[in-house]
């Protein structure tokens, strides 16, 4: 493995998420590729990004766009060669850019030879890699073991094929069967792939779904009201539980203390400032970090199918206290929070929280809080040029997303009509943050000369596309390089770092006003995240502007008056 040299500790580092398939394609057939992220690397450098999380690029038959991996050790030859991945290490250390990568290690894919061979042979050694039960046998014939939802909206159990009564556990599509964590052998498989990439030069990993790895082995009926399929999705039953922390515990024992590595947990399943300190506290836990999802659908849009659009806005109140309870109630056993608006997996962020009529306004405003926050900030490709959410019209236009694919389908069972539907995925779908990257206005926003899974979104043609917005010196782009330069002088960095965080005003509905304390001096940002005019009383005195999404401010007698999605970082005393 070659030196490492980056250019901040993991600490201080600016995040990116590339989703793979969506980035650039370098050999025009329509799939982003290795050797596409290898060509914008200087781009991502020169933007100031110093730690990246890949989306999953191993081989795949593709039901999840590659969270169904059917080979842990080989690149998809649509994402191109175990060759590349290396030069694409190679390249980004030179440059003193982190690669996190994407591990799956919850499920696998149906076509994984694993999985083949446990349906083959139910008395192999790979039959105890997944969970197979047989079904309840009632008047309607045979039904699954338990009423448990998957997170795809079917029943966690899907029937094996060929078999009449046998059926396995699949927490998310039916082409991607859990695995057995509490099977020893297994957990030494994924501690060996692990390892594999470690020693290969990797930075370290993106645990994919890791609350999951933990089930109620009785697989006993959920007792939470069921659908009206009668099933029910129940966090309490596979999420969370105490056979996660010992299973990662085990991991770290044996491979990851060996390494110099970063590991990021996805911990969804509504899991807690405290459970997760059990994971990441600083003394004793188990990873470095974990994603919570307590601050990615504070507007109203998370099953919104039966609201109006008038119903869908930021609560700005909600936001601020999930930050708020993360920070306090984390901060001191810590080394640092991961901070996001949104992943690959929700809406885009301008769209969840800012207002595509204020593109510039809102996507700056988003930029300024999330880099000017306590922890480490992820943006999504193309947050940095103001991407937004797409305006299809037919549920078809969401199949490229199996979870959407599935929602159709148990939405239109409840009777809703396919243009309900579409409005409504419109602003829910995953698809919104796994379109084309949008590089120039040329066709498929230069992303490919091909279409890709998804369609590229019209704006691109408007000016919502890198080349663009680097040609303009007020654009979202340049406003991103510099407030990443901002964020890492040491100046800033130091009360992101370690000043202490509060909230100026927590009841004001409209404004995230918030500062850092450092010895008595402060770094204070005030967002507004309204349309409309707002007004913010703020009784500091003012002095550095470090930041600023407007060419002036009003502050009069004490007062701000915001104009919609401003948003000033400033230091005060
Ligand atoms: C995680 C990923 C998501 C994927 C799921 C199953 O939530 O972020 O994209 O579908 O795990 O692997």
């Known amino acids: 493995m070659n030196e490492r040299h980056f250019l901040s500790p993991w600490q201080e580092a600016t995040g990116y998420i590339i989703y793979p398939d969506a ?3 370098s050999n025009g057939d329509g799939v982003g590729d290795l050797q596409g992220i290898i060509q914008k690397l200087d781009y991502l450098h020169d933007l100031g990004i110093d730690l990246i999380w890949i989306c999953p690029f191993f081989a795949s038959p593709m039901d999840d766009n590659g969270y169904d991996v059917s080979s842990y050790y080989d690149v998809d030859p649509r994402f191109g060669s175990n060759e590349d991945f290396q030069a694409m290490l190679d390249k980004a250390h030179s440059l003193g850019i982190r690669i996190i990568i994407d591990f799956v290690l919850n499920h696998t ?60 556990l699949h927490l998310f599509s039916k082409k991607m069967p859990d695995v057995n964590w509490s099977y020893p052998p297994l957990r030494e498989k994924y501690f060996e792939i692990a390892r594999h990439y470690l020693d290969m030069g990797v930075d370290g ?37 105490e056979d996660m922390y010992q299973y990662l515990g085990e991991f770290k024992e044996k491979v990851l203390s060996h390494y110099d590595c970063l590991t990021i947990g996805e911990a969804g399943g ?11 506290n600083k003394y004793n836990g188990l990873i470095n970090m974990a994603f919570n999802f307590d601050t990615a659908w504070c507007n109203g849009a998370f099953a919104s199918i039966d609201r109006k659009d008038e119903e869908i806005y930021t609560r700005v109140i909600e936001l601020k206290d999930n930050f708020k309870k993360w920070y306090d109630e984390t901060r001191k056993d810590v080394e640092a929070l991961p901070i996001y608006w949104t992943d690959h997996d929700h809406p885009r962020a301008l769209s969840q929280y800012g207002n595509v009529e204020y593109r510039k306004q809102s996507m700056k405003m988003l930029i300024s809080t999330l880099l000017f926050s306590y922890g480490v900030p992820f943006m999504l490709y193309g947050d940095e040029i103001g991407m937004s959410n797409v305006q299809f019209d037919k549920p078809e236009d969401f199949y490229a997303d199996i979870s959407s694919k599935n929602e159709v389908a148990y939405l239109r069972s409840q009777g809703y009509s396919d243009s309900h539907i579409a409005h409504y995925l419109c602003r829910t779908s995953r698809i919104n943050g796994r379109q084309p990257m949008q590089w120039n206005s040329s066709d498929n926003a230069g992303f490919s000369i091909k279409e890709g899974r998804v369609k590229a979104n019209p704006n691109a043609k408007e000016g919502v596309n890198v080349l663009d917005e680097e ?96 948003c000033i970082v400033m230091k005060a005393y």
């Open 270 to 280: 509504g899991i807690s400032p405290k459970q997760s300190l059990r994971l990441t």
């Open 109 to 168: 894919s149906d076509e994984h030879p694993w999985f083949k061979k446990a349906i083959e042979d139910p008395s192999s050694e790979e039959a105890s890699y997944y969970y197979f039960l047989k079904g309840r046998r009632t008047e309607k014939g045979i039904e699954p073991p338990n009423n448990w939802r998957s997170y795809f909206s079917e029943s966690a159990w899907n029937k094996v094929p060929g078999s009449e009564d046998t059926f396995y």
């Open 23 to 25: 980035f650039y394609d």
């Open 471 to 566: 040609k303009d010196p007020d654009s979202i782009l340049n406003f991103t390089k510099l407030a990443i330069k901002l964020r890492k002088r040491e100046e800033n960095m130091r009360f992101l770092r370690y000043g202490h965080y509060d909230l100026y005003d927590h009841n004001h509905p409209d404004v995230y006003g918030y500062f850092f304390e450092l010895n008595e001096e402060k770094l204070v940002v005030i967002a507004s995240f309204s349309k409309h005019t707002t007004y913010f009383s703020f009784h500091w005195r003012p002095t550095d502007v470090i930041l600023h999404n407007y060419d002036d401010f009003i502050y009069i007698d004490h007062v701000f008056t915001l104009r919609p999605f401003e």
């Open 205 to 241: 990993f993106r645990l994919d779904a890791i609350s999951h790895l933990g089930k109620d082995l009785s697989f006993s009926d959920s007792s939470l009201p069921v659908g009206p399929d009668g099933l029910v999705l129940d966090p309490s039953k596979y999420a969370n539980r």
